[in-house]
């Protein structure tokens, strides 16, 4: 399980986990927890859909204990939710105003995180970065996978800078948004595009020529298209929604049920 100073997850690992006990050593919480997120970030698992324990329990031949243990970790990390005498469910996707919030927070922190990274950054940082660069700019489009292969690409690069700004708060704050997880779930079924891939080399360069002025600028300038892509894909999921919405008799759409996060 990712947590704070530790690689990201594989995204790719994900798309492609088969839903049985695989047959390696694993921790049952670890099995369950992986499973898990599994199924909620590429959708088997819909949003705000009950999730069933006992179903779960028989399917990944565990029992029930496991599986509470890695829904309370999938809870912290803001893709579950539970519900008094209820049970779980996962989470909706995030709003337009959560991706507004969210956006506005990461352009605060990693632009500067970038600009220490620049001046900060050991030359075991900046290697690994360089080797991000070469696997990025190989990255293939038009699957599932190949978006996931993207989304991993770019969970590891945010995570790396952010570790590499020598500012322990600035690498902690970043990690417990799980902004990826959340991105990646909302974008899942999209493709990498190369205009992002461009994105990412004008950062490592920077990285790479310590200059904290282009580092700072390149991550902002990311940031804020990926916060353009992301409305691009609200407003069709709106006017899906709007169009898929009953009338009612004076002539409005119909509201959905209130949100629970």
């Known amino acids: 399980m990712a947590a704070n100073n530790q690689e990201p ?3 790719a690992r994900l798309v492609t986990l088969d ?3 695989p047959a390696y050593p694993q921790s049952l919480v670890e099995l369950a927890y992986e499973q898990l997120l599994s199924m909620l970030v590429t959708m088997k698992i819909a949003p705000g859909a009950h999730i069933g324990i006992e179903a779960l329990a028989r399917q990944l031949d565990i029992s029930q204990t496991p599986i509470r243990e ?4 999938l809870e912290a990390q803001k893709l579950a939710y539970k519900i008094p005498n209820v049970g779980f469910r996962a989470a909706e996707l995030l709003t337009r105003r959560e991706v507004h ?3 506005e927070l990461r352009l605060l922190i990693e632009p500067a995180a970038a600009a220490f990274a620049a001046q900060k950054a050991e030359d075991a940082a900046l290697a690994r970065l360089a080797g991000l660069a070469g696997e990025m700019s190989d990255a293939q489009t038009g699957n599932e996978l ?3 292969q993207f989304a991993e690409g770019d969970a590891r690069l945010h995570h ?3 570790a590499a700004s020598g500012n322990r708060f600035i690498a902690e704050t970043v990690e417990g948004l799980h902004a990826h997880l959340h991105i990646f779930r ?4 999209t493709n990498a595009t190369t205009k992002a891939l461009q994105e990412h080399e004008a950062i490592i360069s920077a990285l790479l020529a310590r200059d904290p002025v282009a580092a700072e600028r390149a991550m902002r300038a990311h940031l804020e298209a990926s916060r353009a892509r992301m409305n691009v894909v609200l407003e069709e999921q709106e006017r899906l929604a709007a169009a898929q919405t ?4 004076d002539g409005t759409t119909r509201r959905g049920r209130s949100r629970r996060r």
């Open 160 to 162: 790396l800078v952010a």
């Open 19 to 21: 839903e049985r006990r």
């Open 186 to 189: 909302f974008l899942f079924k």
């Open 246 to 249: 009953p009338p009612v008799p």
């Open 9 to 11: 997850l594989s995204f």
């Open 146 to 148: 190949a978006y996931a």
């Open 70 to 73: 890695a829904l309370t970790l």
């Open 101 to 103: 919030d969210l956006f």
